[in-house]
C-alpha cells in the first residue's frame, strides 16, 4: 500500500473549531432563545423516545476526541485522509446549523440540513471501512470507524424522523399510521443497505441504528401494533445481517492468511 499523505495545518485545526461548535450549538435553545429540539419536532407515532436522543453525548465526545487526535497525530487513520476530514467538518457544522434552525422552527430547512449531513457521513463511512492507514496507530483508526459508524447510523435515522416531523407538521395528519409506517419501512431498508455495505467493518453504524429502532419500540409499545412489528423486524435484521458479514469477513480473512502462508 503506497504511503498515506498526512493532514496537517488550517484543515485540522477547522475540525476541532467546528467539533466545539457543534458541542457548543445547544445552548443558544436551551438558554431560552428559541425553541429547544423537542418543542420545534412534531410529535410522530413513530418518534424514538427521549431517552435515545443522550446519543449526542457520545457523539460530541467522539467527536471532540477525533478532532484532537487527528491535530495530534496529523492523521484521520483511514487512506483518505482529507476527504474523510473534510466530510466530517461539514457534519460538524450541520449539527450546529441544525440546532440553530431548529430553535428558529425553520420546519422544512432541518431535514434539508440532516439530508446534507447524511450525505456526507455516508461518503466518510465508505471511507472508513476501506483499508487503512497502516502508518496511523490502531486506536486511532479504531477510533475513526466508532465515530464515522455512530454518527452516520444516527443521522440515517435522524434524516428521515425529520423528513417525518416536517411533512407532519404541514402536510398529512401526524397521528395517522399509514404515510409513518412507510418512512419508517423505508428508513430500515436504506439502514439495511448501508449495513451490508459498510457493516462488517463499522460495526457501530448497525448497533447505533438497533438503539434508534429500540428507542421506536420503546414509544410505540402498547399503542401501536405495526410499528412495534416494524421495529422488532428491523432489529432482527440488523442483528442477522451484521452476524452473518461478521462470520464471512472472518473467513475471508482466513482464506487470505492461508493463500500468503
Known amino acids: 500500500m503506497a504511503p498515506v499523505a498526512r493532514v496537517s495545518g488550517p484543515i485540522t485545526w477547522l475540525a476541532v473549531i467546528l467539533a466545539v461548535a457543534q458541542v457548543v450549538a445547544p445552548v443558544v435553545p436551551f438558554s431560552g432563545i428559541g425553541a429547544s429540539p423537542n418543542e420545534s419536532t412534531t410529535d410522530l407515532l413513530i418518534t424514538p423516545a427521549g431517552w435515545t436522543f443522550s446519543i449526542w453525548s457520545l457523539i460530541y465526545l467522539l467527536s471532540l476526541v477525533f478532532a484532537l487526535a ?3 497525530k ?5 487512506a483518505d485522509q482529507r476527504r474523510l476530514l473534510i466530510d466530517l467538518e ?3 457544522a450541520g449539527a450546529a446549523i441544525w440546532i440553530l434552525v431548529s430553535a428558529a422552527e425553520w420546519t422544512w430547512v432541518t431535514p434539508i440540513v440532516l439530508t446534507v449531513m447524511t450525505v456526507v457521513l455516508l461518503d466518510a463511512a465508505r471511507i472508513a471501512a476501506r483499508p487503512a ?3 496511523a496507530p490502531g486506536w486511532l483508526r479504531v477510533l475513526a470507524r466508532i465515530l464515522v459508524g455512530v454518527y452516520a447510523a444516527w443521522a440515517t435515522a435522524a434524516v428521515f424522523q425529520n423528513w ?3 411533512i407532519g407538521a404541514d402536510l398529512a395528519d401526524p397521528q395517522s399510521l399509514g404515510w409513518q409506517l412507510t418512512i419508517l419501512i423505508l428508513c430500515a431498508l436504506f439502514g439495511l443497505a448501508v449495513t451490508a455495505a459498510v457493516g462488517s467493518v463499522l460495526v457501530a453504524y448497525p448497533l447505533t441504528l438497533i438503539w434508534a429502532f429500540l428507542g421506536i419500540l420503546a414509544t410505540a409499545q402498547g399503542e401501536t401494533t405495526a410499528v412495534v412489528g416494524v421495529s ?3 432489529i432482527v435484521a440488523l442483528v442477522v445481517t451484521t452476524g452473518v458479514l461478521f462470520v464471512l469477513r472472518r473467513r475471508g480473512g482466513a482464506r487470505d492468511a492461508v493463500g500468503v502462508s
Open 74 to 78: 496529523g492523521s484521520t487513520g483511514t
Open 232 to 234: 422488532i423486524a428491523t
Open 164 to 166: 417525518a416531523a416536517a
Open 70 to 72: 487527528v491535530v495530534w
Open 90 to 92: 461539514i457534519a460538524f
Open 133 to 135: 492507514d497502516d502508518a
